[in-house]
């Protein structure tokens, strides 16, 4: 079975500074994995994915994350917070050919000025 | 650009009456889902759709909810008898392929009374 464990439910950071949020996958497969953001009444837009292509994957918004199989991370990071970054991040994973996303529990991000 | 769209955005119900969400998914997507997001809490798969039958359903997809492919394009979930534990944001997502991106709708938020 798959699932993702997004560690921290809430993140503050500063305007400027690092955006780090934490994902961590099991599966038994290699896994297809994706990070979603949400803004308030929103829906899901797709960040960026990782598609056992290039482990560093560059996504909109400025944001990145790397595949480490070793350490099964996906972890998403963008050098400079904007304000406009603040909304709830949702980490996921599928198999390369399958069917149903599973998602992690979200991490908030807040942006302080 | 093409987008899914769910209605309606809002409604709200008594307990134990029917309720229909419709999407319309984009266009040339194959395989269709609904999600579920109760407050507070992680995004969670009901059930996916292809080829005009259910491939895969969860716990949550019990005998109260259905799915339909009525018209070509419209894919709704009914759910029979609302309770109150049905009071969620539900999702509508489509996607071109398996491996593809899930694109998801902006959701509808059903509260039950």
């Known amino acids: 079975a798959q699932s993702v464990t997004q560690l921290g439910s809430h993140v503050s950071v500063s305007e400027g500074a690092l955006v780090l949020l934490r994902c961590n996958y099991s599966s038994s497969v290699p ?8 803004y308030p009444n929103q829906g899901l837009q797709l960040l960026l994915k990782y598609t ?7 996504g909109i918004n400025g ?33 390369n050919t399958g069917n ?3 998602f992690g529990t979200g991490t908030s991000l807040t942006v302080i000025p | 650009e093409p987008e899914v769209t769910q209605t309606p ?11 229909i969400l419709r999407c319309v998914p984009i266009s040339n997507h194959l395989y269709f889902y609904w ?11 009901l059930v996916s759709f292809y080829n005009n039958e259910i491939s895969e359903k969860s716990e949550i997809f019990d005998d109260q909810f259905s799915v339909e492919r009525p018209d070509g394009s419209n894919f709704t979930l009914k759910i029979r008898s609302t ?7 539900y999702f509508c997502a489509s996607k071109v392929g398996e491996t593809g991106e899930l694109f998801f709708g902006e959701g509808s938020r059903l509260t039950v009374l």
């Open chain 2, 35 to 45: 999600y579920r997001q109760i407050l507070g809490q992680k995004v969670e798969f």
């Open chain 1, 31 to 38: 896994p297809y994995l994706f990070w979603y953001v949400q």
């Open chain 1, 52 to 58: 056992s292509a290039a482990t560093l994957v560059k």
């Open chain 2, 9 to 19: 955005s809002h409604q709200v119900t008594q307990m134990g009456q029917e309720v």
């Open chain 1, 100 to 102: 149903q996303f599973y």
């Open chain 1, 63 to 95: 944001f990145e994350a790397e595949f480490k199989k070793s350490e099964t991370s996906f972890h998403l990071t963008k050098p400079s917070a904007h304000m406009s970054d603040a909304a709830e991040y949702f980490c996921a994973v599928t198999l």
């Open chain 2, 83 to 89: 309770k109150l534990e049905d009071s969620a944001m």
